[in-house]
């Protein structure tokens, strides 16, 4: 798989569940933006210099929509050179069956069946090891920030019930945060890397400082 290297941001986010060993750590996690749609990810194809138009490549994409999870439905998965192979698997029930159960005829194995799920296995071999660390670490580019929601800032302050209410987690630069030996002072709620808003539901900040 050719990748160009690029920029991918890295969040440092601080451990703010008390009841867990690790409260009040930092831990790095993917900073993922919204999630591209069908229209977004056929533009984006069509940039890379791609020889058929954009309702070519749409019509594929929706086609693959529909295949995929018919073929899968049938037990027969489907690997896709470059990304990886989509496959079912059937989730039992917790007891399982016993011996009595499969010997009586009465008994309907499928009973225990509590589900069938799609999976994704990204594509592991040795040239276009999509799982591999050495991998990901090869083809990125990592842009560290340093994000902290226990100063987040109220974006919806008439909002009374807090599940409806929106936030924004302050921001900054990893290099902010050494200059300034903790968290720069913000103001307005964004520093000079912005803010990270997060969708309605999300609780209040905790009051931890996080510095």
């Given at each position: 798989?050719?990748?160009?290297?690029?920029?991918?941001p890295?969040?440092i986010k601080?451990?703010?569940?008390?009841?867990?060993?690790?409260y009040?750590?930092?831990?790095?996690?993917?900073a993922?933006?919204e999630?591209?749609?069908?229209?977004?990810?056929?533009n984006h194809i069509?940039?890379h210099n791609?020889?058929v138009g954009?309702e070519?490549?749409?019509?594929v994409i929706?086609?693959?929509?529909?295949?995929i999870?018919e073929?899968?439905?049938?037990g027969q998965?489907?690997?896709?050179?470059?990304?990886?192979?989509?496959?079912?698997t059937?989730e039992s029930k917790?007891?399982g069956?016993?011996?009595?159960q499969?010997?009586d005829?009465?008994?309907?194995p499928?009973?225990?069946?509590?589900g069938?799920?799609?999976?994704?296995?990204p594509?592991?071999d040795?040239?276009?090891?999509?799982?591999?660390?050495s991998?990901?670490?090869?083809?990125?580019q990592?842009?560290v920030n340093?994000v902290?929601r226990?100063?987040?800032v109220d974006?919806?302050?008439d909002v009374?019930e807090v599940?409806?209410k929106?936030?924004a987690?302050?921001k900054?630069?990893?290099?902010?945060?050494?200059?300034?030996?903790?968290?720069?002072?913000i103001s307005?709620?964004?520093?000079?890397s912005?803010?990270?808003?997060?969708?309605g539901?999300d609780?209040p900040p905790s009051?931890?400082t996080g510095?």
């Amino acid at each position: 798989m050719a990748v160009n290297s690029i920029q991918m941001p890295i969040n440092i986010k601080l451990n703010q569940n008390r009841e867990m060993a690790s409260y009040g750590k930092y831990y790095l996690e993917a900073a993922t933006a919204e999630t591209l749609s069908t229209e977004g990810l056929v533009n984006h194809i069509t940039h890379h210099n791609c020889a058929v138009g954009t309702e070519a490549i749409a019509a594929v994409i929706k086609k693959l929509g529909e295949c995929i999870p018919e073929l899968v439905a049938q037990g027969q998965p489907v690997k896709i050179d470059g990304l990886g192979t989509f496959y079912p698997t059937a989730e039992s029930k917790k007891n399982g069956l016993t011996v009595a159960q499969l010997l009586d005829s009465k008994v309907n194995p499928l009973d225990a069946l509590a589900g069938i799920h799609l999976r994704f296995r990204p594509q592991s071999d040795d040239l276009n090891d999509l799982t591999s660390k050495s991998f990901l670490k090869s083809q990125v580019q990592p842009v560290v920030n340093l994000v902290c929601r226990a100063k987040a800032v109220d974006l919806t302050p008439d909002v009374t019930e807090v599940s409806k209410k929106k936030w924004a987690s302050q921001k900054c630069t990893l290099a902010e945060y050494r200059q300034a030996g903790g968290w720069p002072s913000i103001s307005n709620g964004s520093s000079s890397s912005g803010s990270e808003q997060s969708g309605g539901g999300d609780l209040p900040p905790s009051g931890t400082t996080g510095d």
